[in-house]
């Protein structure tokens, strides 16, 4: 079995806004939007050069809104974080501050190599972008 790539799902309260603010913010570009009833999304993909996130709203009704909750029904808590590799991590974070994002982690260079930050989106999502990229780094015996 070959996987060929990893897409990140994450649900919000508000999908539309969300959509909106994940482009401007962090610079993903609508690929696919399916509206649903009442202004929810049923499923959107979004793209930002190679990579690519589905979002969804969580009151859709789809079967799989029923197995995924947002941060603020987990009281605020995130279970797991995209990683996003990028070649210019310093235009994103300044982009990314300019439109309201919460620097959890502030942009530094780091000892194992790139650059990168990590901050939470408009409903509670946590993102860390960086230069670091593992598939292009030597691997080290680290047993």
């Known amino acids: 079995m070959n996987a060929t790539s990893i897409i990140p799902g994450l649900t919000y309260k508000n999908a539309s806004v969300a959509i909106e603010w994940l482009c401007n913010a962090f610079g993903f570009q609508k690929h696919l939007v ?7 999304i049923i499923h959107a993909e979004l793209t930002l050069g190679n990579v690519m996130i589905m979002v969804g709203s969580s009151e859709s009704g789809t079967e799989f809104s029923k197995h995924i909750q947002t941060p603020s029904q987990l009281g605020g808590v995130e279970t797991q974080s995209p990683y996003i590799v990028l070649d210019d991590p310093d235009a994103l974070y300044a982009n990314a501050k300019k439109h309201g994002a919460k620097i959890v982690i502030d942009i530094k260079t780091e000892d ?11 409903e509670g999502h946590l993102w860390s972008f960086g230069s670091y990229d593992p598939w292009k780094t030597e691997k080290q015996n680290s047993l």
């Open 34 to 40: 399916v509206p649903g009833k009442d202004g929810k």
């Open 112 to 122: 194992y190599g790139g650059r990168g930050f990590t901050c939470y989106d408009i």
